[in-house]
């Protein structure tokens, strides 16, 4: 008869300490699936540009400080660069995509990850529920101080009144220190 219930999961030591990791797994790696990869892929630290782009030929080039402003060299009218943060030409939309994606793969994971802690949460429940199941049945005998009938009882019922199957007499359980074979 076990009282091992989900309430008292949440108070086992072993299971709050698994969740706690992965809360921290989980937490840790937002960082990861969101911030950018390498100094290469995101902004100037200074000014936060990564691009030069020019309105009149649309040229796009990696962004350098010492260009900012200056003439076009790639078109005919010479329009001056101008800073831009993401590309002009993909409207955005590599940038979108790779965002969404980072979500996508973030909610994966998570769900994943809270799956994982859900089945070690239920594995763990049904090993404590075991253990205490045996704890509860554990048996010992004793002897029928009357007739010398070897008598098996469990461990809880020891001090209780009990009839002998043999001889029919009452007498108070007590334990001989030995626990039957199996």
């Not at 260009?67 to 993909?90: H, N, Q, R, Y």
């Not at 007739?147 to 001889?167: D, Y």
Request: proline share 6%.
């Amino acid at each position: 008869m076990s009282k091992m219930g989900p309430k008292r999961l949440l108070r086992d030591p072993l299971t709050l300490s698994g969740a706690f990791l992965c809360l921290g797994v989980l937490i840790l790696s937002r960082g990861w699936f969101f911030l950018p990869a390498s100094a290469e892929e995101g902004a100037i630290p200074e000014t936060g540009f990564t691009h030069l782009h020019c309105p009149s030929c649309s040229t796009e080039i990696p962004y350098t400080p010492s260009k900012d402003g200056k003439p076009c060299e790639f078109c005919v009218v010479g329009s001056p660069l101008i800073a831009t943060t993401g590309s002009v030409k993909s409207n955005g939309s590599s940038g979108s995509n790779q965002s969404l994606g980072r979500i996508f793969g973030f909610t994966v994971f998570a769900g994943l990850l809270v799956e994982m802690v859900w089945i070690l949460g239920v594995h763990r429940l049904r090993v404590l529920r075991k253990r205490e199941d045996s704890e509860w049945n554990r048996t010992q005998t004793c002897r029928c101080p009357f007739c010398n009938q070897k008598i098996r009882f469990a461990e809880r019922n020891n001090g209780t009144g009990v009839l002998c199957s043999r001889c029919k007499t009452a007498f108070t359980l007590e334990s001989d220190g030995t626990q039957p074979e199996e």
